[in-house]
């Protein structure tokens, strides 16, 4: 979320994957992926989908996955299903393990690919009026932290990026836990940014919860954990986050908790999306998936 982000910013994971990269494709999968993280330039989604579209033209697979993710979100690009599954076809085919796991929640249909990568063309902006309403909120939010609370973005884009949750998800969860306050603390023990209760700092080895990178690192491990076991439902896993895994089995879905509802409302008041990609090598998933009162939303 910060503009200009060093070379170190990158997470261990990114850099590793660039350095597979040729120069070229590297250069350009760097440029775009901070293009994405800078929130104070409008049109930085859209000028990553452009240089993803590049390096997809020579061939980057990552670069094909992450333009994929765009089409399959509406960032920077109209929210397109048939290209994003077209995109991640292509990945998959390289051997792009996400792009292959992505293919499992998408429909894959006859669909060429998109224009920017057939040709050296810009790619189609995505119309205001389809854009994420919650995003501006979380962006409004993020513009009016003081400056002393404003260096925990850096930390949270690198950590999010080393467990693969989207950073925004992150923001809106520790904007509605803590309002960014490292030292808050609830009646109920919960402790930190990400306010973690004792057992579930123990559960991801946090010793101090209220040292942020810590904090953080167990609060978006253990998102990780929920999208895993609720299969990409951001709803089920922000109502897990709250109430527990074992409150949204017993109800199959959202608890009838006030508390809870209220909180699910106000995350997804600035993190719409209702899909997360997932790793499935995390955990099993949830038994309230097999059951047939659940209905699994689209």
């Known amino acids: 979320m910060t503009v200009g982000f060093a070379h170190a910013e990158f997470s261990r994971q990114e850099l590793e994957t660039f350095d597979n990269e040729p120069s070229i494709i590297r250069d350009l999968l760097e440029r775009a992926v901070l293009a994405e993280r800078d929130d104070?330039?409008?049109?930085?989604?859209?000028?990553?989908?452009?240089?993803?579209?590049?390096?997809s033209r020579y061939g980057s697979a990552e670069g094909q996955f992450r333009l994929?993710?765009?089409?399959?979100?509406?960032?920077g690009v109209p929210k397109n299903r048939d290209l994003a599954a077209a995109m991640f076809a292509t990945a998959a085919m390289q051997g792009h393990y996400e792009a292959q796991q992505m293919l499992e929640t998408v429909t894959l249909g006859l669909s060429e690919l998109p224009p920017c990568v057939l040709a050296e063309v810009d790619p189609e902006k995505a119309p205001i009026e389809n854009g994420m309403a919650g995003e501006s909120d979380l962006n409004s939010y993020i513009a009016s932290l003081p400056k002393n609370k404003r260096w925990v973005l850096a930390l949270v884009d690198t950590i999010a990026a080393w467990y693969k949750v989207d950073a925004k998800l992150v923001l809106s969860i520790i904007s509605v836990e803590s309002d960014f306050a490292i030292g808050a603390s609830s009646n109920k023990q919960a402790q930190g940014l990400m306010q973690l209760i004792p057992d579930t700092a123990e559960r991801f080895n946090v010793k101090n919860a209220f040292n942020a990178s810590q904090n953080i690192k167990g609060g978006v491990a253990y998102l990780r954990w929920l999208l895993a076991y609720f299969?990409?439902?951001?709803?089920?896993?922000v109502a897990a986050y709250n109430a527990g895994e074992g409150a949204v089995n017993k109800y199959k879905g959202v608890p009838p908790f006030a508390e809870t509802r209220l909180y699910v409302k106000k995350v997804q008041a600035r993190y719409p999306l209702k899909v997360h990609p997932f790793d499935v090598r995390i955990t099993e998933p949830s038994p309230i998936f097999k059951s047939p009162l659940f209905k699994r939303r689209g």
């Open 40 to 55: 104070e330039n409008i049109d930085g989604d859209w000028q990553a989908a452009k240089l993803y579209c590049e390096a």
């Open 68 to 75: 994929g993710m765009l089409y399959a979100v509406g960032k």
């Open 231 to 237: 299969q990409g439902d951001v709803t089920l896993a």
